[in-house]
């Protein structure tokens, strides 16, 4: 129930329904369901519903994020509360957790703060937990208002990603396109592994492919719109966390050069040094010497 209606993801086509913009003219969009909206508790009820399973009307009622467990007795109660789940994870010294018989202070704390719970612990690999990953890697709910999906239907319109998609759907099988793939969203996307550098390095990551059309957008929106000028590196990082394009690298990297207001703060930390003069030298004893100092704004 935590972060409730935030962890339900946005379909593509729907976000731009959720945009607002705040009093300084910024216009915004959320990701993932909102309040507010009218059907969001709906939503989020039928998923409530869902994973209470077969405990729903035989024991449990949900209302939004209200669980109510109703039990003729006692005991049976504290069965239900106390009821043994599986926790998957894909960090494999975590499943070595309730065996660990000298655990350090830290793990000590966690181990009691969970003692209440009936649980085991199972590894799985990390390719194969997608779901932990988008729970635990899609924090912020609003992000950049990013070109919503009527423009990413413009794959379509672009002649290389038509081509690919065209490979796709044709099953073709060679070399150039095995890194591109279909997602649930009918999007043509990439796959690209992060850069040694990166914070997670060697990890893959999927990139929505982006047309031709739309760099300019993508790249005024990450880097100056929303972005706060951040320096080319991290500009490239934050949009090849989701996008690709044929030469985002250089394009990114010409971009962020050329932004005349990136090279107008650079400047401003260049002022000129004002000329030197030397200080004439005093000509009695106990002369007097004044210097005025003037800002160069
Ligand atoms: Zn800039």
């Not at 935590?2 to 913009?21: M, V």
């Not at 924090?139 to 796709?168: F, G, R, Y």
Request: proline share 5%; aromatic share 12%; with cysteine.
């Amino acid at each position: 129930m935590k972060s409730a209606f935030n962890q339900i993801p946005l379909h593509f086509a729907d976000r731009h329904k959720t945009a607002f913009s705040t009093p300084d003219g910024d216009k915004y969009e959320f990701n993932r369901l909102c309040f507010g909206l009218k059907n969001s508790p709906k939503a989020f009820q039928s998923i409530a519903q869902e994973v209470l399973g077969d405990l729903l009307h035989n024991g449990a009622l949900v209302y939004i994020d209200d669980i109510i467990l109703f039990t003729k007795t006692i005991d049976e109660h504290f069965e239900l509360l106390g009821r043994k789940f599986k926790v998957f994870t894909d960090h494999k010294p975590l499943a070595g957790f309730l065996s660990n018989k000298n655990p350090s202070s830290k793990i000590l704390r966690w181990k009691l703060a969970l003692e209440e719970f009936n649980y085991d612990i199972h590894y799985i690999r990390g390719s194969l937990n997608s779901v932990a990953d988008h729970l635990s890697r899609c924090v912020n709910s609003i992000t950049i208002a990013l070109p919503d999906s009527k423009d990413l239907i413009m794959q379509h319109e672009d002649s290389v990603l038509s081509t690919i998609i065209q490979k796709i759907d044709q099953n073709d099988v060679s070399p150039q396109i095995s890194n591109y793939f279909i997602n649930g969203e009918g999007l043509l996307c990439h796959l690209s592994k992060r850069p040694s550098g990166s914070p997670r390095p060697n990890t893959t990551r999927k990139q929505v492919c982006f047309p031709h059309c739309l760099k300019a957008k993508i790249l005024e929106s990450v880097h100056s719109e929303y972005g706060g000028h951040l320096k080319f590196f991290k500009t490239y990082h934050r949009l090849s966390e989701n996008f690709f394009w044929q030469n985002m690298y250089k394009d990114t990297k010409n971009f962020v050069r050329s932004c005349t207001i990136c090279l107008s703060r650079k400047n401003a930390f260049k002022i000129p040094p004002a000329p030197r003069q030397p200080v004439e030298q005093s000509k009695e004893p106990g002369e007097g010497y004044f210097q005025s100092f003037k800002n160069h704004a």
